[in-house]
C-alpha cells in the first residue's frame, strides 16, 4: 500500500517536473515579453502625445 503510493507520488512529482513545470515557465516567458513589448509600446505613445502637445504650444 505504501510502495503503491509512493510510486503514484513519484509520478506526480516526475510529471511536474517534465511537463508542467517547463509548460509554465514557457507561459510565464511568453507572458513577460507581452508585457515588454506592450510597455515599450505605451511609452512610445506617451512620448508621441508629448510631442504633439508641445509643437501645439
Known amino acids: 500500500r505504501i510502495s503503491?503510493?509512493?510510486q503514484r507520488t513519484?509520478?506526480?512529482v516526475n510529471?511536474?517536473?517534465e511537463i508542467m513545470i517547463p509548460?509554465?515557465?514557457?507561459?510565464i516567458?511568453?507572458?513577460e515579453e507581452k508585457l515588454?513589448?506592450?510597455l515599450v509600446?505605451?511609452?512610445?505613445r506617451v512620448k508621441e502625445a508629448r510631442e504633439i502637445i508641445r509643437r501645439k504650444r
Do not use: P, Y
Open 41 to 44: 509600446e505605451e511609452f512610445i
Open 15 to 17: 510529471s511536474l517536473e
Open 36 to 38: 515588454e513589448e506592450e
Open 10 to 12: 513519484n509520478r506526480i
Open 23 to 27: 509548460r509554465m515557465k514557457k507561459t
Open 29 to 31: 516567458k511568453k507572458i
Open 4 to 6: 503503491e503510493e509512493l
